[in-house]
C-alpha cells in the first residue's frame, strides 16, 4: 500500500535541494543545478548542463521498489499457500525463505553501520521528524518482548527436536538475532540522511522493509490460523508446527505448554515489532539521498513534561476505561473459551459490545469535539515537507480500511438477513456503525492535530529569543547540514526582525488559547487510553466476529475467515498507530 | 490504492501557490501568503496572518477520500457477497445500489456544468496534461461499445421482463445516460482546475469516481462468475441474472442467445470504460483548487505527426505479432472451448504459451535496449509537478502487481509439485518467469520515458523562437491564469536571454541524437503493439490459468479462483494502460 506514495514528492524533495541555495555541487549530495525549481528556472530556461546523477536518482528508486515487490509477493505466496491443510507448501518452507532473507538483512545492516561510521560525509544531515525518542523506545521494548518470545519458541520446539526440522529450531534464532542487531540499526541510524552508496543504501533499507513485512505476514497468518483453529474447528487452516505436534510428536509435557502458551500470548508484541521497524526503516528510505532545509526541522525539541497543562481528566477518565476494558476483556475470555454454554456466551458477547458500544461512543464524541476546538485554533498550518507525517497519515488512513472493510460486511449481514434478529445482532450493528464512526472522527481529529505547527513560538517570553532565536537557529542548522563551501555566499538568509508589538500580540493570542491547548491535551490522553484498550482486547485473542455466529452464517465460515483474516491485523495495527499518533498530537498541543 | 498518494504533494501545491508571486490574493482562488515556502520564510519568519482558508482546504480533501473510502467499501462488500451462490446478497441489490450512486452522480455532473458555465471565476486555469486527445478520444471510443453493450443488455433482460424484478431493466439505461453524460462532462472539464465550491466539487468528483469504481467492481465481478462458471462447473459462484434466466425463466429465443453473447463480448469494453473515466476523474479531483506555473504546461502542444522519424519497423513487427496473436486466440478458443479432448486442449495450452513466451522475450529486450538507450540520452529529466504522470506511473506499478501475483502463485504450485512435470508445466513455468520479467523491465522503460523533457525544444531551428519562445509563452500563460491585479508589480520575471552559441550547440547535439530517438520511437511503437494483443488475449476469454490444471489442483478451485479472479482484472488494466503510456512515451520521444 505505501509504494505508491513513493512517486509523488521528488518535486518536494527537488524543491528542498533548491531551498539550500543555488550551489552547483555534484557530489555524492546529489546536488545539481535545479532548471525547474521557482526560484532557479527564470534565470536558465534552457541550457541547462547534463547531469548523470539526475538520472540514476529515479532509477534507483523505482529500482528498490521493484525489489521490494517481488519479495513481499513472494513471501505473500510461501505464506498463504502455507496457511491451508491442502497447499503442499509448509511452514519450513517460509521459515527457510525467511532465514535466508533476515541473513542478508544483517549482512547489509552491520556493512551499512560500519560504512557509515568510516566516512565522515556519509551523513550530512538527520531528520528530526524521523524516529523520536518514543517510536524507539516503543521499539525497544517490542524488541525485548519479541526475544523473550524467541525464548518461549525455542523452547517449545526443542522440547520435540527430535522430529522436526532443524530450521524450525534455527528460525528463531537467527530471528533474535536480526531483531538485537535491527533494534541498535534502527535506533542509531533512525534519523540518517544517507549520501553514500544511494543505489545500495536504498536497495538495502528496502529488503529490510520487506524481510520486516514478510516476518509481520508470517506470524498474522500463524496467529489467524491458531485463532481460527480454536473457533471454527472443522476450517482448513492449519497451525504451523502445531500438527506435527499433534499427531507425530505430542506436546505433553507442562513445561512443552507454558512455551508454547507464552509465545501465543508474545505474538502481539512480535507484530508490532515488525511494523515499527517497517515504518522507521521506510522513513529511512525516503530519507536517502535528502537535505534538509533546518528551518522546518527545529521544531521537535520541545521540552516535554507529559502532563504538564492537564487536569489529568483526559488520564483518568482513560485508565478508568482501560480497567474497565482489561476486567471485561478477562471475562469475556472465560466466558467464551471456557465454558460452551450458548447463555454464558451471549451475555459474554453482549457486555463486550456494550462496553465498546460506551468506549467507541466517548471517543468519538471527544474527537467531534477535538476537531471542533482546531477550527478556533489559530495556530498555522504545517505544510512543510515531513516524510514521518506523510506515511503517519497514509497509515491512518490504510490501516483504518481494514476495519471499515469488516464493519461493512457486518452490516450488510445483519441487514439482509431478515430471519433472525436478537439483542446480540442490534448491538453488533451498533457497534460495526459506531467502529465505522469512530475511525472516520479520530482520523479526522488526528490529521488535524498532526498538520499544526506546535504552540512554543507563541509562548516564549524572552523578546530576545523571540526575536532572533528561529532565524539563528535557522542559519546554524543549514551551515550544520551542508559544508560550508556549498552555501552560496553571495545571498545570505535575510535575518527579519520581528517588531515587538507583534511579539506583545502574540503572548495576548497565547493566553486566550490556552484553555483550547489544555481541552485538546485532554483530548488527545483521553483517545490515547482508549485506544490502547480498544488494542488489547483484539490484540490478546478476543474475537467477537467468531464467536457471534451471524456472519459466519451469512458469509460461510471459509469466507467469513478470510475476511477477518486478512483485515483485522491491518484494524489491530490501526490502533497501535494511532496511539503513536496521539502522543504525537498531545506533545504539540 | 490511490488513496495514500493522496496526502504526498500539498507541499507541492503550496510551492506552485508560491510560483505564482507572492500575492495575497484570498478569494476563493485558496491563494494566501505562504511563509513557509522556500521564497518567502526568510521574509516572515515568525509573524503570520492567519488564513481559515488554509484549514479547510486539507480537510475537504480528508473528508471527500473518507466519503470516497466509505462508498468503496460498501459496494465492495455487496458486490463479493453477490458474487456467491451461498450468501444472502443478490444482484439486484448491487444494481439498486449502483443506480442510485448513478443517479446521484448524473445530478451532481450537471450541476458542475451548469455552475462553471455562469461563474466567470470558476475555472481559472487549465491542466494541459491532464485529458489528452488521445485518452479522451478512447472514453468516448470505450463509451460507444459501452452504450452498445447497454442495448445488448436490456434486450437480453427484456426477453424475459416478465419474471425479473424491474431494476434488472432500469440498470441498463440508467447506465446508458450516466455514460452519456459522463463522457460529455469529462470532454469538456477533464483539464479544469475548479476554483468555486472546492469541497462541494472534491466530494462531487469522489463520488463520480467511487460510482466508475463501484461499477468497475460489478462488471468485473460479473464476468469472473461467468468464466468460471464456464471452467469450474463447480464452484460456488452464481452469474447474477442467468440463474433466474435458466430455471424460471429459459433464454430459449435465438435474439435472446444472440444478446447475451453480445453483451459477454462487450464486457471489456465497458471496463476499460470505467477505469479511464477513474482515472481522468482522479485527476480532476487533485487539480481542484490548484494554480499552475505556465511554463511547465506548454510542453504537450507538439504537432504530432504519427509516423514521423520512423522506419516502419516496430509497427510492421509489432502488427505482425497482433496478427499471430489473434490466429492464436481463435485456435485457443475453439480448441478449449469446444472440443474437451485432452490432448487437444494441451496442444491449445502449448502454442498459447509458446506465443507468449516469445513474445515477452521480445518485448522484454526490446524495454531492455530502450533503457539502455536513455543512458545514454541527453534529455533533461522533467521533475516538475504532473498529477496525472504521478498517477499513470502508480497505476503502473500498483496495477502491475496483479499479474506478478498470479505469477509468483504459479512458480510456488510447478516448482513445489515434483511429482507431475511435463511440458506444459515447463512452457507455464518459462511464461511465469517472462511475465514478471517483463513487466519490470517494461514498467523501467516506461516511467524512465514518462519522466523526460520532450526534444522539441532541441529540435526547434528558428532561433528567434528559440530564444524569446519560451520565455514569453511563460509569462503569457501566467497572465492568463492568474488576473492581472495578482500578479507582483514589482518582481516580474527575469527574462534570460540564451546566447547563439549554445543554441548552435543544440542543434548539434540533436542531429547526433537523431539515431537515439528513431530508436525509441520504434521500441514504443512496438511494445505498444504487443501490449495491444497481450490485452486482448485475457479480455476477450482466454483463462490458462483454469484450463492449465497444475495450480487448481496444488491450491484447490476456490483459492485458486479467488486469487485469479482478484488478480487478472489488474494484470488485463495494467495492459491498457500500459498502452496509454506507451503512447505517451512515443509522441515525447
Known amino acids: 500500500m505505501t509504494e505508491d506514495s513513493v512517486w509523488n514528492d521528488t518535486e518536494s524533495i527537488r524543491r528542498e535541494d533548491s531551498i539550500m541555495g543555488s550551489s552547483n555541487k555534484d557530489d555524492k549530495g546529489n ?13 536558465f530556461p534552457l541550457a541547462v548542463p547534463h547531469n548523470p546523477k539526475d538520472i540514476w536518482k529515479k532509477g534507483g528508486r523505482v529500482f528498490s521498489v521493484l525489489l521490494a515487490i517481488n519479495l513481499v509477493l513472494l513471501s505473500c505466496t510461501l ?15 517460509v521459515f527457510f525463505m525467511l532465514t535466508i532473507v533476515m541473513v542478508i538483512t544483517i549482512a547489509w545492516m552491520l556493512f551499512y553501520l560500519l560504512n557509515t ?37 525455542t523452547g517449545y520446539y526443542s522440547s520435540f527436536s527430535h522430529c522436526l526440522s532443524a530450521i524450525k529450531i534455527t528460525y528463531p534464532i537467527v530471528q533474535a538475532l536480526f531483531v538485537i542487531i535491527q533494534t ?20 538495502g533499507l528496502m529488503l529490510t522493509l520487506t524481510t520486516n513485512l514478510a516476518v509481520w505476514m508470517s506470524a498474522v497468518t500463524d ?96 485508565l478508568l476505561i482501560v480497567m474497565l476494558g482489561l476486567a471485561v476483556l478477562i471475562v469475556y475470555e472465560i466466558r467464551v473459551n471456557m465454558h460452551l454454554d450458548s447463555k ?24 467531534i469535539g477535538g476537531s471542533i476546538v482546531y477550527r478556533f485554533d489559530k495556530r498555522v498550518m504545517d505544510h512543510d515537507k515531513n516524510p514521518t507525517r506523510t506515511l503517519d497519515v497514509a497509515l491512518l488512513m490504510g490501516a483504518a480500511l481494514g476495519q471499515y472493510a469488516i464493519s461493512y460486511y457486518s452490516i450488510v449481514a445483519i441487514v439482509a438477513n431478515k430471519t433472525s434478529r436478537d439483542q446480540i445482532s442490534a448491538l453488533n450493528l451498533s457497534y460495526s456503525l459506531l467502529m465505522i464512526a469512530q475511525h472516520t472522527f479520530q482520523n479526522i481529529f488526528i490529521i488535524e492535530g498532526l498538520h499544526r505547527q506546535p504552540p512554543e513560538e507563541e509562548d516564549k517570553t524572552d523578546p530576545q529569543q523571540d526575536i532572533y532565536g528561529l532565524t539563528f537557529v535557522n542559519v546554524n542548522a543549514v551551515s550544520l547540514c551542508v559544508p560550508e563551501s556549498a552555501l ?17 500580540q502574540s503572548i495576548k493570542v497565547s493566553k486566550k488559547m490556552h484553555w483550547r491547548r489544555r481541552f485538546l491535551k485532554e483530548i488527545s490522553l483521553f483517545l490515547l487510553l482508549c485506544n490502547v484498550i480498544l488494542w488489547i482486547m483484539p490484540a490478546f485473542g478476543a474475537r467477537p466476529q467468531f464467536d457471534n455466529t451471524q456472519e459466519r ?20 495495527f490501526y490502533r497501535m498507530h494511532a496511539v503513536a499518533s496521539l502522543l504525537e498530537v498531545y506533545i504539540m498541543s
Chains 1, 2 share one sequence.
Open 31 to 43: 546536488l545539481g543545478p535545479d532548471p525547474l525549481s521557482p526560484i532557479s528556472h527564470h534565470k
Open 488 to 504: 552560496p555566499s553571495a545571498t545570505p538568509p535575510a535575518l527579519a526582525i520581528q517588531s515587538s508589538s507583534e511579539v506583545t
Open 223 to 318: 496467529e489467524s490460523v491458531h485463532k481460527a483453529q480454536m473457533k471454527l474447528p472443522n476450517s482448513t487452516h492449519r497451525i504451523a508446527g502445531m500438527k506435527a505436534g499433534s499427531t507425530k510428536c505430542p506436546c505433553s509435557g507442562k513445561l512443552c505448554k507454558i512455551f508454547q502458551d507464552g509465545y501465543y500470548w508474545l505474538y502481539p508484541f512480535n507484530i508490532e515489532y515488525s511494523l515499527f521497524a517497517s515504518a522507521m526503516v521506510y522513513i529511512m528510505w525516503k530519507n536517502v539521498g535528502r537535505l534538509i532545509d533546518q528551518h522546518t526541522n527545529h521544531i521537535h525539541h520541545l521540552k516535554f513534561k507529559f502532563f504538564k497543562g492537564t487536569y489529568f481528566l483526559g488520564v483518568i477518565t482513560g
Open 184 to 203: 541498535y540499526f534502527l535506533w542509531v541510524s533512525a534519523k540518517d540522511c544517507v549520501h553514500v552508496h544511494l543505489d545500495v543504501t536504498r536497495c
Open 553 to 572: 452464517r451469512f458469509y460461510g465460515d471459509s469466507m467469513w475467515a478470510a475476511i477477518v483474516d486478512i483485515c483485522l491485523p491491518f484494524g489491530i
Open 79 to 93: 505464506v498463504s499457500g502455507g496457511a491451508f491443510e491442502e497447499v503442499h507448501v509448509y511452514d519450513y518452507d
Open 344 to 367: 454464558a456466551k451471549n451475555e459474554a458477547l453482549s457486555i463486550y459490545y456494550i462496553f465498546n458500544i460506551i468506549c467507541l461512543s466517548l471517543t468519538s464524541l471527544a474527537s
Open 117 to 153: 561510521s568510516r566516512h565522515q560525509n556519509a551523513i550530512l544531515c538527520k531528520d528530526s521528524h524521523a524516529g523520536p525518542i518514543w517510536l524507539r523506545g516503543g521499539l525497544a521494548f517490542f524488541a525485548i518482548l519479541t526475544l523473550v518470545m524467541g525464548v518461549f519458541k
